[in-house]
């Protein structure tokens, strides 16, 4: 399976991945709008034993069948929360 992935100009390490490229017909339109310029940053094969960094290869695989697309965003890091002095 194939995908293109694009990064918008509003979001920074949001990343919006579709089955072909220029194709965002599935998306809602609130999305896009929310990402705003879309850049084309690769396209891949999305085989079974591909790794990806911040998303499981099986979920975007399926978000891409079920719905068209797979959003991804930003890793969250927790900070520890203070500890208040007694």
Do not use: W
């Amino acid at each position: 399976m194939n995908c293109a992935i694009y990064e918008g100009s509003r979001k920074t390490d949001h990343y919006l991945y579709v089955a072909e490229e220029n194709d965002f017909s599935q998306v809602p339109p609130a999305l896009l709008g929310m990402l705003g310029k879309l850049k084309l940053v690769m396209t891949l094969d999305l085989g079974p034993n591909r790794k990806l960094k911040q998303a499981d290869v099986h979920q975007v695989r399926e978000a891409l069948r079920t719905q068209g697309y797979y959003f991804q965003m930003p890793a969250q890091t927790h900070k520890p929360s203070p500890i208040p002095s007694q």
